[in-house]
Nanobody
């Protein structure tokens, strides 16, 4: 059974940092395109960052330069380091794993709130 479990969310002040982790069970993160998505209240889900292969990363314009996605092969996790957080980054962040478009898994999501 495949599970993606997010951790590391919470409340942070504007300008602060958080590191989200997605731990995969039942699959190897090295074999999937891994991604982070978010959904704010009243808005559609949007891609934040994806990672294909060892270093082929793609970022949303809003995340470019502030967020970094990476894999930890030893821990079988995909992390999202978020710096200089802004109130508009407030959302539920979800981890995604895709392979060959037919294997598509999602985590339950974790809340990130940026507020003073």
């Amino acid at each position: 059974q495949v599970q993606l479990v997010e951790s590391g969310g919470g409340l942070v002040q504007p300008g602060g940092s958080l590191k989200l982790s997605c731990t995969a069970y039942g699959i190897l993160v090295s074999s999937y395109r891994m991604g982070w998505y978010r959904q704010a209240p009243g808005k559609q889900r949007e891609m934040v960052a994806t990672l294909t292969g060892a270093s082929d990363d793609v970022y949303a314009a809003s995340a470019q330069g502030r967020f970094t996605i990476s894999r930890d092969y030893a821990k079988n996790t995909v992390d999202l380091q978020m710096n200089n957080l802004k109130p508009e980054d407030t959302a539920v962040y979800c981890c995604n794993a895709v392979r060959r478009t037919i294997y598509d898994y999602w985590g339950q999501g974790i809340q990130v709130t940026v507020s003073s």
